[in-house]
């Protein structure tokens, strides 16, 4: 069975940067689709930001584009998700999932989660 194990989140000055990644057990990550979302206490599930297989395309929420990067490593079987220029409003469980289409932004087009990590920033 897939696992997906997030890593990199923390607490960060406002203005900082923060590299997430989601490792993944299963050599067909390749042939996936990949994406990030974020929950804050009392609000839904959203998407960040996803990635096409094998290495593209990247497509983003508005409120992170320009500052977060999605991107993969198909040799580590890794996603990763750099975000700078972090403000209070990125505060978030980040979870990375596995998409089910192409160009997927609801959590109902994922179909395998992680446990998420958690990102904190200060302002």
């Known amino acids: 069975q897939v696992q997906l194990v997030e890593s990199g989140g923390g607490l960060v000055q406002a203005g900082g940067s923060l590299r997430l990644s989601c490792a993944a057990s299963?050599?067909?990550?390749?042939?996936?689709?990949w994406g990030w979302f974020r929950q804050a206490p009392g609000k839904e599930r959203e998407f960040v930001a996803g990635?096409?297989?094998?290495?593209?395309?990247?497509y983003y929420a508005d409120s992170v584009k320009g500052r977060f990067t999605i991107s993969r490593d198909n040799a580590k079987t890794t996603v990763y998700l750099q975000m700078n220029s972090l403000n209070a409003e990125d505060t978030a469980a980040y979870y990375c999932?596995?998409?089910?289409?192409?160009?997927?932004?609801?959590?109902?087009?994922?179909?395998?989660w992680g446990q998420g990590t958690q990102v904190t920033v200060s302002s």
């Open positions: 990635i096409g297989s094998p290495g593209g395309p990247t």
């Open positions: 999932a596995r998409a089910t289409i192409s160009g997927a932004r609801r959590p109902s087009e994922y179909e395998l």
């Open positions: 299963r050599r067909a990550f390749t042939y996936y689709n």
